[in-house]
């Protein structure tokens, strides 16, 4: 609702947060979303402390970031006391985050309906070269752009996810990826968490300056949120933010407590996992097994549980699987640089495209499942992550 000079709330708190100093720091990052649950593990915070007091915590049931120094003990921060933000200036989970990116990004915050957020176009598209297409999870988008993009100049590497040890370890390592082998060891999706944005020190070391960031929506909310808040050095290297839509991901011990314990399917005899209503996963040997999706629940991720963007809504593109065709990928472009890049890769002929309108059950789906996942935020939190939604009884 606008008020006479046409503002509405939401918008005059940004102008009005825009105008003070920006004093927040570890203390309040730890008291209004580590201790809370809002937390995401996105590691944000991790790479932009500039004194690495920020430690983060890889193990099971973990995934959160931590205080390393003893000086004021865990809940507080000699250098937060001595005026450095960096911290609370990274988080896409602080405050009025998601106002804040879409202003930055787009000029102006979300309409109510835009639940999956602010978007240019949605197509349905996958890569033309065979095997991108059937290296990729969906339709090899992602992998087709970073190929694309580091061929034409636009990056010099990207932050995707590999895989620790052999392939059947099935567990997510942050990494690197500056050429198409690289790109194609790292493609398909893992649905345990693998926090992309750790991998930035090993590409700067490396010496790369122009940086593609792949991740879950919470990931991609880093950029945009680090440049909003001005956040400096840190946030320059990101040139282009992909997005994967996500609803959730799962502990690591989903392999042996489930797929294992009550279906004797061990995770090295797994060669592909999707989810598509079902967990699906196909083995070593040919067979092909499907798990119900409500069985996994009980390993759901902890920072999973109050997210509330399934649509990667800070992205310059996101994708997901969503669609009748498996091998395609739905494609929703956010910017301009998104658009650029697509459509410079559909006039080349590196990617064939549909209109989102062909399929139009996946847009639906794709609607649905952004409401789902909004409604999960907590009364307790930031207000405005659900302007748009049923008011809660
Ligand atoms: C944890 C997770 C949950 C997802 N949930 C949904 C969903 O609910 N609905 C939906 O429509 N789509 C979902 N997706 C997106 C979908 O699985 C595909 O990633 C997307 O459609 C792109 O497919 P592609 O063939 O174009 O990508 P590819 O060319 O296969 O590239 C995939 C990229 O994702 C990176 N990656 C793989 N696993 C992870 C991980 N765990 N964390 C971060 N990066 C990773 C890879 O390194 C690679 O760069 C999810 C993806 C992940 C990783
Ligand atoms: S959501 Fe990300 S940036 Fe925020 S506290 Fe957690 S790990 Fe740090
Ligand atoms: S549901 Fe996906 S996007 Fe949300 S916190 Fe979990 S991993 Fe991140």
Request: glycine share 10%.
């Amino acid at each position: 609702m606008a008020d006479i000079q046409g503002a509405t709330p939401l918008e005059e708190r940004l102008a009005e947060t825009a105008s003070q100093r920006w004093r927040l720091q570890w203390k309040e990052l730890k008291a209004e979303v580590i201790d809370t649950g809002l937390c995401t593990g996105c590691a944000g915070c991790v790479i932009a402390c500039p004194h690495d007091v920020i430690g983060y915590n890889h193990e099971q049931g973990g995934y959160r970031p931590f205080h390393l120094e003893d000086e004021l003990g865990p809940d507080d921060c000699i250098h937060g006391q001595n005026g450095c933000t960096s911290c609370t200036r990274s988080c896409p989970r602080f405050r009025l985050w998601e106002g804040q990116a879409d202003t930055h990004l787009n000029a102006r915050v979300r309409e109510d309906d835009e639940l999956a957020g602010i978007y240019h176009d949605i197509l349905l598209t996958r890569a033309s070269d065979d095997t991108v297409n059937k290296m990729g999870q969906d339709g090899g988008l992602v992998s087709a752009i970073l190929i694309w993009a580091l061929e034409h100049d636009y990056i010099d590497a990207a932050l995707t996810s590999f895989l620790e040890g052999d392939a059947g370890s099935w567990k997510p390592r942050p990494g690197v990826a500056a050429t198409r082998e690289q790109v194609l060891e790292s493609a398909g999706s893992r649905y345990t968490y693998s926090a992309n944005t750790l991998a930035i020190d090993e590409a700067i070391e490396a010496g790369f300056k122009r940086l593609a960031l792949v991740g879950t929506s919470c990931q991609s909310s880093v950029p945009p949120v680090m440049w909003s808040r001005k956040v400096g050095k840190i946030s320059k290297p990101f040139v282009f933010n992909l997005g994967l839509l996500c609803s959730k991901t799962f502990d690591d011990a989903i392999f042996e407590e489930l797929f294992e314990t009550k279906y004797g399917i061990r995770r090295d005899e797994i060669v592909k996992m999707n989810i598509k209503g079902v967990f699906q996963l196909w083995l070593k040997d040919g067979r092909y097994r499907e798990i119900n999706l409500k069985e996994c629940h009980a390993w759901t991720r902890e920072g999973c549980i109050y997210c509330p963007d399934f649509a990667a809504e800070h992205a310059d593109i996101s994708c997901g699987g969503i669609g009748e065709n498996s091998d395609w990928t739905l494609t929703i472009v956010r910017t301009e640089l998104g658009r650029e890049i697509i459509s410079r890769m559909i006039d080349d002929g590196t990617i064939e495209s549909r209109p989102g309108d062909s399929d139009p059950g996946a847009i639906a789906l794709m609607h649905k499942l952004a409401q789902n996942s909004r409604s999960r935020w907590p009364g307790f939190a930031e207000g405005s992550i659900r302007i748009g939604m049923p008011t809660r009884k």
